[in-house]
């Protein structure tokens, strides 16, 4: 019976050392297993790894996607705009700017020149507008303005807009910053046409 005891607990410290290495081994095969799974993440999302942007203004449009893609990035023109002096195609702003610290594989925005003025129309001003309200919207829209030209007409209306010796319509575009000349009544007209009644008043 003594014997039997003994056997019966040899069998069960045997069985606990086994449930100990087995559950030994589970919980290393679990760690291991999310380590391994945290390495998988940190290295398909490349966590802690940044790419500095490059300073790619100034840079044409081709060249400038070229370099961001040597440094795994990706260009894409988002905006054009125009600055006097700056040939089109040249690159005149990018986000994230120079120096960011992004991931593989991020959109770095793109501003373009266009290298031409954008074209702006002319008000609706042309026989339809004193002097003070042509000024206002003509400066509004980013023309400048030259001395006038005064014709014979209603005094400080406006009768016409000439750009480089050229009368212009209502709605014609021309370039944006363009100096235009406003062409408007000097009065005279509504003189003489004054004298002429009374003359003709002075008959009857």
Do not use: C
Not at 25 to 46: P, S
Not at 49 to 65: R, S
């Amino acid at each position: 019976m003594t014997q039997k005891k003994k056997n019966n607990k040899k069998e069960k410290k045997s069985s606990l050392y086994f449930l100990l290495i087995n559950l030994t081994a589970m919980a290393i095969v679990v760690v291991a297993a999310v380590l391994i799974t945290f390495r998988w993440i940190d290295n398909y999302t490349e966590h802690g790894v940044a790419i500095i942007v490059p300073d790619i203004t100034g840079m044409q449009e081709e060249e400038a996607i070229k370099v961001l893609a040597e440094h795994h990035l990706i260009g894409v023109v988002s905006d054009h705009t125009y600055i006097k002096g700056i040939p089109s195609g040249d690159i005149t702003a990018q986000r994230p700017v120079q120096n960011a610290k992004v991931k593989r594989g991020r959109k770095i925005y793109l501003t373009v020149s266009t290298g031409n003025h954008p074209m702006i129309a002319i008000p609706d001003i042309i026989d339809n507008t004193s002097l003070r309200q042509a000024e206002s919207r003509l400066r509004a829209a980013g023309f400048k303005l030259a001395p006038n030209d005064t014709i014979d007409g209603e005094l400080d209306w406006v009768y016409g807009i000439r750009y480089q010796g050229r009368k212009l319509q209502n709605g014609e575009k021309v370039p944006e910053g363009t100096e235009l000349t406003i062409i408007i009544g000097g009065g005279k007209k509504d003189e003489v046409d004054m004298i002429g009644a009374t003359v003709e008043e002075g008959w009857f």
